[in-house]
């Protein structure tokens, strides 16, 4: 199992990626994406929007269930990647493939980045799903 | 990750399952696989070429004396009595509310011996069940569900994948059929024309002990055929593709034969059985809930336990099981709906705030394509 010790990661499985401009990328972890199974579609109606860390900004189906997808930390919901969007002709199946890399799921805009400090680290993530 | 408090159990593949990076999770109290390599390429083998399942959680009973007969007569729904030695039949208990105990597979093995397949999920629930209800008979019953280990082959090339395996040809049995064999150094083997799958196939009931090394010659094969070995995430989408019920589903203790879409299994001739007098009651007031199939008209998959309401978002009925079906790559379901609705009404799915619109269909989803 996957655990990119750069990252942060949240109790319901995702990872976000924070860039250099104070944006980040959020995706779902390895274990996610291997709990879930093969994902076939990705909903995410939340783009240009604010929400608050753990609000959810949208849903993945996979073939035997549909899980709701949260918010790492407070921010704009910035762009949808379009690569998993099925609407923009792009394969859900790359989170499967490649959870931290082309299987990223949305771009924010972080406005509370004094919340990254209560994510868990690697370490606490792996012992979480261990 | 849950905390299981009761320790799982676990068939005698378990190793092998993990040893082939399996995605395990609990099911009915096993910790069994769910996928291998993936649930639609899995599903889409046993369409094309051939699954490979471990079905070694289900439960195995058997029945045996004078009074067989009769007794299963008495607790299930179909007609032993029509069921000749080297068949098998597809049947349900009922209890005395006409709710359904379980559905099962009965084979007959001798004229006064029986072998009673059962969910996973109700084993306890059945031999206590059959227990209870054996004292008038002189029958003997024994729980041989540790001792058997079941391994279903199934799919268009099932046979070609058994034959190499035994080494020499056979005749490709009748559905429901069944017979003993030896495979290999292994034996007793009962080869069923069953399964769950609507993809045709066998199921091979084996000794608990002789499990991995049938599973590894069959894996062994499994190549030149295409095959896969295949979990229950796979098992769960073929069924549902065709429209058989999954019990916990479709059917319950408070679920009936009639409303699951199961009145063919019921031979009110055959004499007085369990339920038989409220399952009469309901075929002559009519049943409340129809189970009824359905296409979902989005990318959003309804699931279990979901309502479905109609378009003023009044609850009419529940979505029993749903998934994307691999072959159709487009979302089914099953639910229960009134039977009274008119086949035109518009119908959703509602999922949290949202609802999603449905399309009644009929059975099965699968017509024999699957790309």
């Known amino acids: 199992m996957q655990i990119p010790q750069e990252l942060k990661y949240t109790k319901n499985h995702e990872w976000i990626k924070v860039l250099d401009d104070g944006q980040a990328i959020v995706g779902i972890t390895d274990f996610a994406q291997s709990e879930l199974g093969e994902i076939v579609y990705v909903e995410v109606e939340t783009v240009g929007e604010e929400l608050n860390k753990d609000e959810v900004f949208g849903l993945v189906e996979a073939v035997k269930t549909t899980s709701d997808l949260y918010m790492p930390v407070s921010g704009k919901v910035l762009e949808l990647n379009s690569a998993i969007d099925e609407n923009e002709g792009g394969n859900p199946g790359l989170i499967n493939e490649d959870p931290y890399g082309k299987g990223w799921i949305i771009k924010i805009a972080i406005t509370h980045p004094e ?16 | 990750m849950k905390e299981e408090t009761i320790p799982l159990k676990k068939t005698p593949l378990v190793e092998i399952h993990e040893a082939l990076g399996a995605k395990m999770a609990a099911f009915a109290g096993y910790w069994m696989p769910i996928y291998y390599s993936g649930i639609q390429s899995e599903h889409k083998a046993v369409r094309n070429a051939a699954g490979i399942f471990d079905c070694s959680h289900m439960g195995e ?56 397949v059962v969910n996973a999920s109700n084993i306890q629930k059945d031999w206590q069940w059959l227990q209870q209800h054996s004292s008038p008979f002189e029958v003997e019953l024994e729980d041989v569900s540790d001792q058997i280990a079941l391994i279903a082959v199934q ?71 295409n095959a896969l070995p295949a979990g229950l995430g796979a098992r ?43 399952l009469l ?30 378009v003023d978002g009044a609850t009419v009925g529940w979505i029993s099981s749903g998934t994307l079906s691999p072959c159709l790559q487009r979302p089914i379901a099953l639910g229960f709906i009134p039977p009274s609705t008119p086949e035109g009404q518009e119908l959703y799915f509602q999922a949290g705030s949202k609802r999603f619109p449905l399309q009644q269909t009929k059975l099965p989803f699968y017509k024999g394509d699957c790309p």
């Open chain 2, 236 to 278: 769960d989408t073929l069924r549902l593709e065709m429209g058989y019920c999954l019990y916990g589903h479709e059917l319950t203790d408070e679920i009936s034969a009639l409303e699951a879409g199961l009145s063919w299994v019921i031979k009110w001739k055959k004499g007085d059985f369990i339920g038989k007098e409220a």
């Open chain 2, 281 to 310: 009651q309901q075929r002559k007031q009519g049943i409340k809930q129809k189970l009824s199939a359905f296409y979902a008209l989005t990318r959003r998959v309804p699931r279990a336990d979901y309502s479905i309401v109609d």
């Open chain 2, 61 to 116: 009973f058997v029945v045996s004396g004078p009074q067989a007969e009769d007794f299963l007569q008495y607790v299930t729904l179909n007609d032993v009595a029509k069921l000749q030695p080297g068949k098998a039949q597809y049947t349900l208990m009922a209890n005395h509310r006409g709710g359904t105990v379980d559905d099962l597979l009965l084979y007959r093995l001798e004229d006064d011996r029986y072998l009673l």
């Open chain 2, 155 to 225: 799919g268009p090339r099932a046979h070609q994948l058994l034959e190499a395996l035994l080494g020499n040809s056979f005749e490709p049995l009748r559905p429901f059929h069944f017979v003993q064999a030896k495979i290999g150094h292994i034996e007793p083997v009962t080869i069923s024309a069953t399964g769950y799958t609507g993809s045709g196939g066998y199921e091979l009931y084996i000794p608990a002990r002789d499990a991995p090394s049938l599973w590894n010659a069959l894996l062994d094969k499994a190549h030149a055929f």
């Open chain 1, 115 to 130: 919340e990254l400090e209560e994510l868990l680290s690697a370490d606490e993530y792996k012992a979480l799903i261990e």
